[in-house]
C-alpha cells in the first residue's frame, strides 16, 4: 500500500513539474503603465510574465535533462565512496578531452558494447563513440547551435541535425518522439 501511495505521489510530482515545461514562452512585453517618454527608455526589460515563462521553460527542460538521464552519459563519472558517481563539477561535459581511450577489448556474444569507467566513451559493432559536451561553451560545446539545430538533431540523428550520425548509444531515436515544447525546454 505504501509503495502504490509513493508511485502515486511521483507521478503527481512528475505531471506538475512536466506541465511546467509545457508552458508557452511569451516575448511580447507589455509597455509599462504610465511610461517614460522613447527618448528617456533604456533597453526594455523582459515583462514579468515573459521572465515567469522563461524560467518555467528552463525548469522544464532542467526536470526533463535529469528524468531522461542525460546526466547518465553526458556529466563524466569519478570513483566516490560507494563507488562510480557523476562527477557534478562537470556537469554535462561530455567525454573529458584529456583522457585518451585505448582500443577497446574484442567482444564475443553475447557482449554487445562496452562503455568507458567515465560512462562518457562506447564502443560496439558501429565503432567507438564519446559523449558530446552539451554545455553552452561555443567551442567545445553546443553554444554555437541554434534552438532549430538541436531539434532537428533530435529528430534526425544528425549533428547539427544535418551532418554525420549520432552513435549509439545516444537514443536520439526514441527523444525524436518528443513533442516541440519539450526539446524546446531542453535546449533552453
Not at 115 to 126: L, V
Not at 138 to 154: L, P, S, V, Y
Request: proline share 11%; hydrophobic share 40%; with cysteine.
Amino acid at each position: 500500500m505504501l509503495r502504490i501511495r509513493y508511485s502515486a505521489l511521483t507521478v503527481v510530482v512528475a505531471l506538475l513539474a512536466l506541465a511546467g515545461c509545457r508552458k508557452e514562452e511569451t516575448t511580447a512585453a507589455s509597455p509599462p503603465a504610465g511610461g517614460a517618454p522613447a527618448s528617456e527608455a533604456a533597453a526594455p526589460s523582459p515583462a514579468p510574465a515573459a521572465a515567469a515563462a522563461s524560467s518555467d521553460l528552463v525548469g522544464g527542460g532542467r526536470y526533463l535533462v535529469v528524468v531522461m538521464a542525460c546526466n547518465d552519459c553526458h556529466t563524466p563519472f569519478k570513483m566516490g565512496k560507494n563507488g562510480p558517481e557523476p562527477d557534478m563539477t562537470r556537469l554535462l561535459s561530455g567525454h573529458p578531452e584529456g583522457l585518451k581511450m585505448p582500443p577497446p577489448p574484442k567482444l564475443e556474444m553475447p557482449w554487445a558494447m562496452v562503455g568507458s569507467a567515465t560512462n562518457t566513451a562506447w564502443a560496439g559493432p558501429w565503432g567507438v563513440s564519446y559523449t558530446a559536451n552539451l554545455t553552452p561553451d561555443q567551442n567545445t560545446g553546443i553554444g554555437i547551435w541554434t534552438e532549430d539545430m538541436f531539434i532537428r538533431a533530435m529528430r534526425t540523428g544528425k549533428h547539427m541535425g544535418t551532418s554525420r550520425a549520432i552513435l549509439p548509444p545516444m537514443p536520439w531515436d526514441w527523444y525524436s518522439k518528443m513533442r516541440d515544447e519539450e526539446l524546446k525546454a531542453i535546449f533552453a
